[in-house]
């Protein structure tokens, strides 16, 4: 690399990323997940965690390699995320065992007790009738279901990791939607800028395909329906498309000041050069019509990392495959790159492993950085019938090429837009 400065134009401290931890349903480790996706295998299969039967969608990417007990989103998700922030943090070489020196910034998903849960809990009421709040409190009075009542407090996963590794002061949970993964990262980034720590392990996790969630998004008419074959389901931009498929697993950074990472020797592997947000208090769902969110997020997340359109290489596009959101996402990005929309790849890793919700947005932002280092764009799967409503130049196999910044997207239902600029060397 070359020289430069350690503060970027606006004297803020440079942020590399010197740790990469990735759990997906195609692997766990970031060699599993690479060679799975540029080789564009899925991830998504027939659920079997829960019976599906009656249900409109019976597939999901769910990462049935790994498990809990009981098997439900909270302790799923910490479990992901141990794991991702585990290689990280090796690879990071940083600190000691249980003993990062930073602070932990963690997207979770909304946490509420589950079925077999509530089950449990009525059945121990052992009410004659209709069972009540009243008895459901007597049961609770038991004292047999304590440590349930940590596990599904929001802060809960948080609280263990952060004791897990060590990270410094109180640990941040946060969920903003589908942006979650990406505003964690963003949460880190300005942590560093501020001087406030010179180093953030940042995490989006998400195990929450469970039957309530399930139905949930198949009543909001947001799942695709065509269960078979499952892998060919998720079709980001393609005409045909028909909904986003639920999928799982984890993201961690490590991001730090690159002045502190070149210190102790760190090996970087990439910069966050920039990040945008936008709010959308549209509609709960939809986003607003005019796409203007989702064009400030990007236009922001360009002059955060001081960058004109022409120094985006690739777009990791939010890519849900739901008719609405693609079309927003490809209007958006007509809107920032004009006439060079055409002659940008652009790709959607949720076509093999899924729409993981709270964690996509750190899952994608750490392929985008394995794209920069390899030099390899992973296919959008399933890319057989273009929607000519969409001129975007979408990457159907995978594409060996130059890419020193990509931009990926994050776009929330119904709320936070969150871009990032990830680069190989500084702006």
């Known amino acids: 690399m070359t020289t430069h400065s350690p503060r970027d134009a606006k004297g803020r401290p440079r942020v590399a990323v010197t740790g990469i931890g990735l759990v997906t349903s195609l692997g766990r480790g970031q060699d599993e997940n690479w060679a799975a996706l540029t080789a564009g295998r899925s991830g998504i299969h027939a659920i079997r965690?829960?019976?599906?039967?009656?249900?409109?969608?019976?597939?999901?990417?769910?990462?049935?390699?790994?498990?809990?007990?009981?098997?439900?989103?909270?302790?799923?998700?910490?479990?992901?995320?141990?794991?991702?922030?585990e290689e990280a943090v090796g690879q990071a070489g940083i600190g000691a065992v249980g003993d990062f020196p930073g602070a932990l910034f963690i997207a979770v998903p909304p946490v509420e007790m589950e079925w077999p849960q509530r089950q449990a809990l009525a059945e121990?009421?052992?009410?004659?009738?209709?069972?009540?709040?009243?008895?459901?409190?007597?049961?609770?009075?038991?004292?047999?279901?304590?440590?349930?009542?940590?596990?599904?407090?929001?802060?809960?996963?948080?609280?263990?990791?952060?004791?897990?590794?060590?990270?410094?002061?109180?640990?941040?949970?946060?969920?903003?939607?589908?942006?979650?993964?990406?505003?964690?990262i963003q949460l880190g980034v300005e942590a560093i800028r501020r001087?406030?720590?010179?180093?953030?392990?940042?995490?989006?996790?998400?195990?929450?395909?469970?039957?309530?969630?399930l139905i949930r998004f198949s009543l909001l008419s947001a799942l695709s329906t065509q269960n078979d074959?499952?892998?060919?389901?998720?079709?980001?931009?393609?005409?045909?498309?028909?909904?986003?498929?639920?999928?799982?697993?984890?993201?961690?950074l490590i991001l730090e000041d690159e002045a502190a990472a070149k210190a102790r020797g760190a090996t970087i592997l990439g910069y966050v050069l920039g990040c945008g947000e936008k709010g959308d208090g549209f509609h709960r769902t939809r986003s607003s019509p005019d796409g203007a969110p989702i064009v400030a997020a990007i236009r922001a997340s360009l002059e955060d990392a001081g960058l004109g359109p022409e120094s985006i290489d690739t777009v990791n596009a939010h890519g849900t495959s739901t008719p609405e959101n693609d079309r927003m996402e490809a209007a958006g990005l007509a809107a920032v790159f004009g006439e060079r929309v055409g002659g940008i790849p652009v790709t959607s890793n949720k076509s093999m492993i899924g729409h993981t919700l709270t964690a996509a947005g750190a899952i994608e932002a750490a392929v985008s950085l394995l794209t920069i280092r390899h030099g390899r764009i992973p296919p959008t799967i399933n890319?057989?019938?273009?929607?000519?409503?969409?001129?975007?130049?979408?990457?159907?196999?995978?594409?060996?090429?130059?890419?020193?910044?990509?931009?990926s997207n994050s776009f929330g239902f119904g709320g936070q837009n969150t871009c990032l600029v990830l680069g190989a060397e500084p702006a």
């Open 124 to 184: 121990a009421a052992a009410s004659q009738g209709e069972i009540g709040y009243g008895d459901l409190q007597r049961a609770a009075a038991s004292r047999a279901f304590d440590g349930w009542h940590d596990l599904f407090i929001f802060g809960t996963v948080a609280e263990r990791i952060a004791e897990r590794f060590g990270t410094k002061g109180s640990p941040i949970s946060l969920s903003t939607a589908c942006s979650s993964g990406a505003t964690a």
């Open 229 to 252: 074959p499952p892998e060919g389901a998720s079709k980001p931009f393609s005409k045909n498309r028909d909904g986003f498929v639920m999928g799982e697993g984890a993201a961690a």
């Open 195 to 213: 001087g406030e720590m010179t180093a953030a392990l940042c995490i989006g996790t998400d195990g929450s395909v469970n039957p309530e969630s």
């Open 49 to 85: 965690r829960f019976p599906t039967d009656g249900l409109r969608t019976r597939i999901a990417g769910t990462v049935d390699f790994l498990d809990t007990d009981p098997l439900v989103a909270p302790l799923l998700s910490e479990r992901f995320a141990a794991i991702a922030a």
């Open 383 to 407: 890319y057989a019938i273009p929607d000519p409503a969409l001129p975007l130049d979408i990457v159907a196999e995978a594409r060996d090429v130059p890419v020193a910044r990509v931009l």
